[in-house]
């Protein structure tokens, strides 16, 4: 593919002249939910334009470092779909940072148990390790009861994944949605600056400006905010760590520092990073490789999940009567993985959306009261 293709003039010399030309789909929101879905368009053939408000990766996909983890949470069951969505991922081709494979330490003598149960069951996924045979291995993972090892996991640098997948695609950054319309099978998207786009099939992809648009602000989304940090990576450890994930995660940036994340913090009073924050990462990550207690702090920053309370599964669907506006949010804490996978649904699935699964549909707030 050629080279991306960033359309849109510098804001100061701003023009508002329409673009008449009909695209099969306009995007909204270059994030990982707009870029995988433009990247499997257009492999159907659609002639895709995607329009964001600033540049690609503004949003949650700014956000640095991002662990693929098949097995999460606290039983380590693999996640929804995740063999097809790991596929899916590997045809797309987002560059590895490092080679596969991510470690989670046991908690505790139960999740060890949990673990283990979960690798002999997946063993395609998961590689249980004892405590000794751990130590060998990695003598910098505190694992007092073993480690899984999750074969198929892996970190990815989110906004290099973005560049990735919209490589060859027109987007136009700068472009801000204000407004749409629907009549007689097109619709046409306003820009905030005037300039008209027809499409259609209008794909809003938008992350946390979903919940505060008046057409879509009472559709069950709900926002976290995150905190992540940069800190200098202590001396004595191997030059560059694999993944690890536990009440936390920690990822090499392979640059002598490494970034620990995240807070979840589901209100709050401040939109930026936090002191408190930042010491609860500098803790999760002295728990998840030795050393890290006085580590240097080199850089803090924020983003803002958005979810679908109850499901925890992605929002993919028409939210307009006459079907051909969608939504496509709600990616949680599995933003890599969920994107990839529900992407490659859309084109069939913006044909047949009665095949759009249950869990997955729009849910809107006024609809359950
Ligand atoms: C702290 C933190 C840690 C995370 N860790 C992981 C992880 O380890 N693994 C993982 O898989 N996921 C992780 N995630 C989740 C992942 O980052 C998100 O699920 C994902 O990035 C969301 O992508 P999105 O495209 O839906 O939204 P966003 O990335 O927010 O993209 C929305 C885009 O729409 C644009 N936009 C908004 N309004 C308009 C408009 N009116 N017109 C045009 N454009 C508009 C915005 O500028 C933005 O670029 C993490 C998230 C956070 C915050």
Redesign the pocket.
Known sequence: MADQKHDGPPATTETIASDDRLRDVVI???????ASAAFHLTQAGADVLV????E????????GY???NPMMARKARPVWEVRNALHVLDLMGPPLQTSKGLWRPAGSVDQATLFQKAAEEHPDVGRWHGPETTERALPWLPAPWGALEVIEGRSLH?PSVVTHWTRGIELQSN????SWDEHDGIVTARCQNGQLFRTRKLLL?????LTTHPETSDLNLHVIK???ARFKKPSGLPTILPPVSGHG?LVDAGDGSCWV??TFEHTWTEEGPTAAGTEELRSKAANLASGFEQAELLDMKV????TVPGSRKPMLGPISKKGNVWVF?G???????F?AYLGSQIPTLFNKPEAIPEAFRVVRRSANP
Do not use: H, N
């Not at 472009?175 to 204000?178: F, G, H, P, S």
């Open positions: 909204v929101g270059a994030g990982l939910a707009g329009l964001e408000k600033d690609p990766s503004s949003g949650a996909s700014g956000i991002g662990m693929v989110i472009r801000a949605i204000a992809c938008m992350g946390t400006a995150g905190q992540v995660y994340g995240s983003g803002f999940r958005v949010s990616l949680g804490a599995k933003g890599l993985l994107s």
